[in-house]
């Protein structure tokens, strides 16, 4: 490393005494030797998937729901689908770019600077590229990614163990919080109980779940119409739908009886139902939605503190956390994919054109020690996004 100098040297070595000298052809963008074009390749690949499959059906659903008037469509709907699409395509290229960049700054590549700091700043421009209404949901999304990460990765190192039916325990203990929370702070407005018992908000939330199973098969259905009464008739669509009109039905239900009862309305009467509508999710038991609703309580607690004054405020928060955690799902899908959420990794490879299955994982995992190569047998290295 006598080329490298000597305070970029220091600090390469700080980050991991180990390190290795390929290239970065020989090791990340395989498909050209073009640092560029590596790049390019990616970053086309994501804003045509962004532009064509990912946003547009999010933002009409979205609009949809806030009965959004015809001038959104006309003035802002593809505004909005291009900026987060140019969000997105920034910064999965940009990890990519940074990868070089670190490369021929440092000399070879160390275990930090393979991934993880590429993706850090990577993830902090794609962020604040995007539509600051976006910022939080996006952050709350990429946190709660992580953290699955690193449950997984302590529980397959022996270092915990999984509890029975774990994620319907937290979105039961979660709702309570939330529900304790928000009624504690807003109270109802009279004559809202009146509304309270009845089919209405409990079909309305079974439909919901239902069409949001069934929009990710339309794709398959236009190909193949012959798989409709499949998809239709399929339990698992049923079961999202039961899920979510139980956890209404049962938390109106179990409030109104508690009111009924205690002749009050009040903060724990909230707490007991969202505890008892929680057991819903054995209809539909999801890791992925009992972690995001822990994340989102933890948002909502935090912001309470804050406007009591007895925690501080902490600037660009969102955009920090986000980037923080994205980077964390990229270090974690190069070195050892298997622990990050299956979801996550076969659409990270939609949007790139499967380029991250093209990473050699095999170098990586003999000079870092890492189990990289699990998913990626030398013979099929897509074989993990074959698998359910």
Same mark, same amino acid.
């Given at each position: 490393m006598s080329d490298v100098p000597l305070p970029l040297s220091a600090l390469a070595w700080l980050m991991s005494p180990t390190s290795c000298t390929n290239s970065c052809f020989d090791i990340?963008?395989?498909?050209?030797?073009?640092?560029?074009?590596?790049?390019?390749?990616? !970053?086309?690949?994501?804003?045509i998937t962004s532009i064509t499959r990912i946003y547009p059906p999010i933002y009409l659903i979205g609009a949809l729901l806030r009965k959004e008037s015809m001038d959104y469509f006309k003035f802002r709907f593809f505004r909005d689908i291009l900026q987060s699409s140019l969000a997105i395509a920034v910064n999965g290229s940009g990890v990519l770019a940074g990868v070089c960049v670190f490369r021929k700054l440092f000399g070879r590549f160390y275990y930090l600077s393979m991934i993880f700091l590429p993706g850090l700043i990577a993830s902090f421009l794609g962020i604040s590229i995007e539509r600051r209404e976006r910022q939080g949901v996006l952050c709350l999304y990429m946190c709660n990614q992580a953290a699955d990460m690193i449950y997984q990765k302590l529980k397959a190192m022996g270092y915990i163990s999984p509890v029975w039916c774990g994620e319907v325990w937290l979105f039961s203990i979660t709702t309570a919080i939330m529900m304790y929370l928000y009624r504690s702070r807003t109270g109802m407005k009279k004559g809202v109980l009146r509304? +309270? @018992?009845? @089919? $209405? *908000?409990? +079909? $309305?939330? !079974? @439909?919901?779940?239902?069409? +949001? *199973?069934v929009l990710p098969s339309i794709p398959k259905l236009i190909k193949r119409p012959g798989l409709l009464l499949k998809v239709l008739w399929n339990s698992e669509n049923f079961n999202c739908g039961l899920f979510l009109g139980s956890y209404v039905a049962i938390y109106k239900s179990v409030e109104y009886a508690l009111t009924y009862l205690r002749k009050t309305h009040d903060e724990y009467n909230a707490a007991i139902a969202g505890c008892l509508s929680g057991l819903s999710m054995f209809f539909y038991r999801s890791s992925t939605v009992a972690?995001? +609703?822990? !994340? $989102?309580? @933890?948002?909502?607690?935090?912001?309470?503190? $804050?406007? *009591?004054g007895l925690l501080p405020s902490l600037p660009h928060a969102t955009v920090l956390l986000y980037s923080v955690s994205t980077a964390m799902v990229f270090h974690g899908l190069t070195f050892e994919a298997q622990h990050v959420r299956r979801s996550y990794w076969k659409y990270l490879n939609t949007i790139t054109g499967d380029r991250f299955c093209e990473i050699n994982r095999y170098r990586l995992g003999e000079v870092f020690g890492t189990d990289s190569v699990k998913l990626f047998p030398a013979e099929n290295i897509r074989m993990s996004l074959n698998s359910s």
């Amino acid at each position: 490393m006598s080329d490298v100098p000597l305070p970029l040297s220091a600090l390469a070595w700080l980050m991991s005494p180990t390190s290795c000298t390929n290239s970065c052809f020989d090791i990340t963008h395989t498909w050209t030797p073009s640092c560029f074009m590596g790049s390019w390749d990616v !970053f086309l690949s994501v804003m045509i998937t962004s532009i064509t499959r990912i946003y547009p059906p999010i933002y009409l659903i979205g609009a949809l729901l806030r009965k959004e008037s015809m001038d959104y469509f006309k003035f802002r709907f593809f505004r909005d689908i291009l900026q987060s699409s140019l969000a997105i395509a920034v910064n999965g290229s940009g990890v990519l770019a940074g990868v070089c960049v670190f490369r021929k700054l440092f000399g070879r590549f160390y275990y930090l600077s393979m991934i993880f700091l590429p993706g850090l700043i990577a993830s902090f421009l794609g962020i604040s590229i995007e539509r600051r209404e976006r910022q939080g949901v996006l952050c709350l999304y990429m946190c709660n990614q992580a953290a699955d990460m690193i449950y997984q990765k302590l529980k397959a190192m022996g270092y915990i163990s999984p509890v029975w039916c774990g994620e319907v325990w937290l979105f039961s203990i979660t709702t309570a919080i939330m529900m304790y929370l928000y009624r504690s702070r807003t109270g109802m407005k009279k004559g809202v109980l009146r509304s +309270l @018992i009845g @089919i $209405k *908000q409990s +079909l $309305k939330a !079974f @439909i919901t779940g239902y069409i +949001l *199973q069934v929009l990710p098969s339309i794709p398959k259905l236009i190909k193949r119409p012959g798989l409709l009464l499949k998809v239709l008739w399929n339990s698992e669509n049923f079961n999202c739908g039961l899920f979510l009109g139980s956890y209404v039905a049962i938390y109106k239900s179990v409030e109104y009886a508690l009111t009924y009862l205690r002749k009050t309305h009040d903060e724990y009467n909230a707490a007991i139902a969202g505890c008892l509508s929680g057991l819903s999710m054995f209809f539909y038991r999801s890791s992925t939605v009992a972690t995001y +609703l822990a !994340f $989102k309580v @933890i948002e909502t607690a935090y912001k309470h503190g $804050k406007a *009591q004054g007895l925690l501080p405020s902490l600037p660009h928060a969102t955009v920090l956390l986000y980037s923080v955690s994205t980077a964390m799902v990229f270090h974690g899908l190069t070195f050892e994919a298997q622990h990050v959420r299956r979801s996550y990794w076969k659409y990270l490879n939609t949007i790139t054109g499967d380029r991250f299955c093209e990473i050699n994982r095999y170098r990586l995992g003999e000079v870092f020690g890492t189990d990289s190569v699990k998913l990626f047998p030398a013979e099929n290295i897509r074989m993990s996004l074959n698998s359910s």
